[in-house]
């Protein structure tokens, strides 16, 4: 038989730990290991049981559920991470993401999805609830233009086109041929975008850009 998903629970509320503890005791398929009630100790605590799955809320106190999760996934990269919090904004979710969440539930989920959701995460799957994935279907079907003016609204309409070419790996003297202008106009207008971005150098307005996902090529998946 298949050895049941060692399990640890990372929330600041013990009514909703012991609930979801109640919840995992009652099933053959999982087995809590440990409870943090910050995200230091969840960090401590991973590193300490080796969990398969840790259930993770967001806003924590002191070190948060993002924080958290990015230490334990740089650990331990086979550990699954299922965020179960009360946000579902954009920021909170692809923030979660990015520090490698596995999954990612609202609070107020059903029993049976959130069951579903560690069993899967703990299995290497990918789940999100049906909330968030049509936040993340909206984004990625969104269509990306340097012109978008609700991408760095500080920037002009050019110094988008830009940054874009500056995010796809375009140097300052190949940007100017592009686009028919000097190389002493593209230097003043990249050190504009630094300014306005409030970045120290190019590779900060790089990361800053393709987090926003300019610089993408025909064929680029991610």
Same mark, same amino acid.
């Given at each position: ?9 990372? #929330? ?25 009630? #910050? %995200?230091? $100790?969840?960090? !401590?605590?991973? @590193?300490? $049981? ?25 650990? +331990?990269? *086979?550990? *699954? ?9 954009? =920021? ?6 990015? &520090?490698?969440?596995? *999954?990612?539930?609202?609070? %107020?989920? #059903? ?17 999100? %609830?049906?909330?968030? &994935?049509? +936040?993340?279907? &909206? ?10 003016? $609700? /991408? ?21 003297? =190949? ?13 003043? !207008? ?7 971005? /409030?970045?120290?150098?190019?590779? $900060?307005?790089?990361?800053? @850009?393709? &987090?926003? *996902?300019?610089?993408? /090529?025909?064929? =680029?998946? %991610?």
């Amino acid at each position: 038989m298949t050895p049941p998903l060692r399990v640890l629970l990372a #929330d600041d509320h013990p009514v909703f730990r012991k609930g979801l503890r109640a919840l995992l005791t009652s099933l053959p398929e999982a087995t809590v290991v440990g409870e943090a009630a #910050d %995200g230091e $100790q969840a960090v !401590h605590l991973a @590193a300490e $049981q080796e969990p398969d799955v840790v259930v993770m809320d967001l806003n924590m106190p002191g070190v948060n559920g993002v924080d958290a999760t990015r230490r334990i996934i740089a650990a +331990r990269p *086979g550990t *699954g991470v299922l965020v179960l919090t009360m946000f579902e904004d954009d =920021d909170s979710v692809f923030a979660a993401m990015r &520090a490698g969440a596995r *999954g990612y539930l609202v609070k %107020g989920s #059903d029993t049976d999805e959130v069951i579903r959701a560690i069993t899967a995460v703990g299995n290497g799957e990918a789940i999100f %609830g049906p909330s968030v &994935a049509r +936040r993340i279907m &909206a984004f990625l079907t969104r269509p990306l233009s340097a012109y978008d003016e $609700q /991408q760095f609204p500080q920037l002009s309409a050019r110094e988008r086109e830009i940054l874009d070419l500056i995010a796809a790996g375009t140097a300052n003297p =190949d940007i100017a041929r592009r686009l028919f202008l000097s190389p002493k106009t593209i230097r003043n !207008h990249v050190s504009n975008i630094f300014t306005k971005l /409030q970045v120290a150098d190019r590779a $900060q307005a790089i990361v800053r @850009a393709r &987090a926003a *996902g300019l610089g993408r /090529q025909p064929g =680029d998946l %991610g």
